[in-house]
């Protein structure tokens, strides 16, 4: 019999959970969608979110036992969307619908929070706006006195459901607690949160790394699910899971995510300071820091530019590269990493082919890319090592080539890189293994490695002077 390890991802739309083994095997996988309403952005119901996870556990239990007495659940974890919070009177119930990432309201607060952060804060993070639940707890408070003399505890996502799963409520993780103000370069709630704000200390929630063990199952769900010893484990953000089921998850290590955006994560030594809040650190579990930026620039432009049927463009785009363009597929206006740009636009050459367009606009992200591995060196002082790779940008051989060869360094594939993935590895790594880094090396895998060409890695080097010199002609960098 092998252990297996449980992990659940509550995203804005559904939720997902897998079940993988020890040695990286994903055994069993389910999903549920939420019902949206246009209200879905600002406000969610934390007992919606529960009822899916019951559904998605049911179905893994089911496949469990198909399996026989082959495999046995050792631990569960979580992972959920960073930012999302939620008011819990004493009896660990909701005194309101879960308040999303998402949800603009808190916008003016925001900016008051942040100010306020950048006077007591010297080092640590002070990038406090509407999708931080610090911003949110204020909002809520000033906006709804009659609930919020009933607070008992602010949770966060993830926490809502390991405390459902256990019992609970009360810890949550370095990630989650980050932009809910906690320093965790000091390991603590900061004075000026209850001496400047609305909000009182007995809120707060105590903090640990993720992946420490909070208590076994419930023993109704140990018996439904035929778990009876199951661990269940403090969670982490969806973005720091994603970074761990990659497998960036040592000093040198980086990820980049390309989907809608482009979000770069990965691994120092020491904590990475940037007054300009380009990029920020999460605490990693295992004492390092998790430094991390997003881009606008990603791969939304593929499907409205070009739609899903790529693989014939994706064939032609490989005899044209490097193409000698440059072009800057921004779709919005206005760019936040690797540079501050709020006006910036991108370009695309015109008169080309569409295979050529293609083409240019996969180098333009690889450039951006390379401009933010460039900054992230520059702030840390610590050499990028490895990078691996995930998302929907992912997908293209021709992309994985441009990319390998602008950077100038090996590009590594992952074979499950989702955040479901990354908490079951969180679930693993105390409970099985002895560290984040030790369950991540067994249980992640390479599917591909994509080597630079030295021909090629030459030709670009002349393609990205090009381009980082017409951004500085334009002023966004």
């Known amino acids: 019999m092998q252990h297996c390890f449980i992990g659940i991802d509550v995203g804005t739309q559904g939720v997902r959970a897998s079940m993988v083994t020890e040695t990286g095997e994903v055994v069993g996988e389910a999903s549920r969608r939420f019902v949206l309403t246009e209200g879905?952005?600002?406000?969610?119901?934390?007992?919606?979110?529960?009822?899916?996870?019951?559904?998605?556990?049911?179905?893994?239990?089911?496949?469990?036992?198909a399996q026989g007495d082959s495999c046995q659940v050792a631990a569960i974890g979580v992972d959920s969307t960073s930012g999302t919070v939620i008011p819990l009177d004493r009896a660990n119930r909701p005194l309101h619908p879960a308040i999303m990432y998402s949800d603009p309201r808190s916008a003016a607060i925001g900016h008051k929070v942040r100010a306020l952060a950048e006077r007591h804060v010297s080092t640590g993070y002070t990038g406090f706006n509407a999708s931080s639940g610090l911003s949110k707890m204020v909002w809520f408070v000033e906006t709804y006195p009659e609930k919020a003399v009933l607070i008992h505890k602010w949770i966060h996502a993830s926490d809502y459901i390991t405390g459902m799963l256990c019992g609970r409520f009360d810890i949550t993780d370095y990630t989650n607690a980050?932009?809910?103000?906690?320093d965790v370069a000091r390991f603590e709630?900061?004075?000026?949160?209850?001496?400047?704000?609305?909000?009182?200390?007995?809120?707060?929630?105590?903090?640990?790394?993720?992946?420490t063990p909070v208590g076994r199952l419930h023993e109704a769900l140990a018996v439904r699910w035929a778990m009876p010893q199951t661990h269940v484990v403090v969670g982490m953000t969806d973005g720091c899971a994603s970074q761990v089921a990659s497998g960036a998850v040592r000093p040198g290590e980086w990820n980049t995510t390309i989907g809608t955006t482009l979000v770069i994560k990965g691994v120092t030594e020491r904590?990475?300071?940037?007054?300009?809040?380009r990029l920020y650190s999460h605490r990693h579990p295992d004492g390092y820091w998790m430094p991390g930026g997003a881009s606008n620039t990603g791969a939304d432009w593929v499907a409205t530019d070009f739609g899903t049927d790529l693989q014939q463009l994706d064939d032609a785009a490989a005899s044209l590269i490097p193409t000698g363009l440059l072009a800057w597929p921004l779709k919005q206006t206005g760019e936040r990493f690797p540079f501050i740009a709020p006006k910036a636009k991108g370009f695309v050459p015109t008169g080309i082919s569409?295979?050529?367009?293609?083409?240019?606009?996969?180098e333009g992200v690889a450039f951006i890319e390379r401009m933010a591995y460039e900054l992230i060196e520059q702030l840390s002082g610590e050499r990028v090592a490895a990078v691996y790779t995930a998302g929907g940008g992912s997908n293209s051989d021709t992309w994985l080539r441009i990319r390998a060869n602008v950077l100038g360094r090996p590009i590594y594939k992952c074979r499950e890189a989702n955040g479901a993935v990354g908490a079951a590895i969180g679930a693993a790594s105390k409970t099985r293994f002895n560290s984040m880094a030790e369950a991540a090396q067994?249980?992640?895998?390479?599917?591909?490695?994509?080597?630079?060409?030295?021909?090629?890695?030459?030709?670009?080097?002349?393609?990205?002077?090009?381009?980082?010199?017409e951004m500085k002609k334009k002023k966004y960098c």
Do not use: I
């Open 40 to 65: 879905s952005r600002m406000e969610q119901s934390p007992d919606d979110w529960w009822q899916r996870t019951l559904e998605v556990m049911d179905e893994l239990h089911a496949a469990l036992q």
């Open 178 to 182: 980050l932009k809910s103000g906690y």
């Open 189 to 211: 709630w900061p004075d000026y949160l209850t001496a400047e704000l609305p909000l009182q200390r007995r809120w707060f929630q105590e903090v640990v790394p993720s992946g």
């Open 271 to 277: 904590a990475v300071h940037d007054f300009e809040g």
């Open 354 to 362: 569409p295979a050529q367009r293609f083409a240019a606009c996969m």
């Open 442 to 469: 067994s249980m992640t895998a390479v599917e591909r490695e994509v080597l630079p060409e030295q021909t090629m890695v030459d030709k670009y080097e002349t393609e990205y002077d090009y381009f980082v010199a």
